[in-house]
Nanobody, 120 residues
Framework: QVTVAESGGGSVQAGGSLRLSCAAS????????MAWFRQVPGKERVMLAS?????????ADSVKGRFTISSGNADKVLNVYLQMPNLKPEDTGTYYC????WGCGAMDYWGKGTQVTVSS
């Protein structure tokens, strides 16, 4: 059984930093793509960054050059991180992590999300 869990959210002031962590356990394949999404009330969930088992990553224009996605595996758990420096109030939202076997299109498994609140 695959489970995905996010951690690291919180409340910070503008200009502050957070590092989100995502752990995917029970993944049975050697290939994977994991991504971070953000959702604000009343709007669709938006992909911010993705990384795959080849080490290739992608960023949305809104976070390119500011957020950094990275990965690390330990004890059969896939770990993905999102380093978020210089946070802005518009970065506020619920951040979700998800995993898929091929590419980062229709994600197969999702975490429950972690809240990030940036105050001005």
């Amino acid at each position: 059984q695959v489970t995905v869990a996010e951690s690291g959210g919180g409340s910070v002031q503008a200009g502050g930093s957070l590092r989100l962590s995502c752990a995917a356990s029970g993944w049975p394949y050697s290939t994977w793509c994991m991504a971070w999404f953000r959702q604000v009330p009343g709007k669709e969930r938006v992909m911010l960054a993705s990384i795959d088992s080849d080490g290739d990553n992608m960023y949305a224009d809104s976070v390119k050059g500011r957020f950094t996605i990275s990965s690390g595996n330990a004890d059969k758990v896939l770990n993905v991180y999102l380093q978020m420096p210089n946070l802005k109030p518009e970065d506020t939202g619920t951040y979700y992590c998800a995993i898929e076997r091929w590419g980062c299109g229709a994600m197969d498994y999702w975490g429950k999300g972690t809240q990030v609140t940036v105050s001005s």
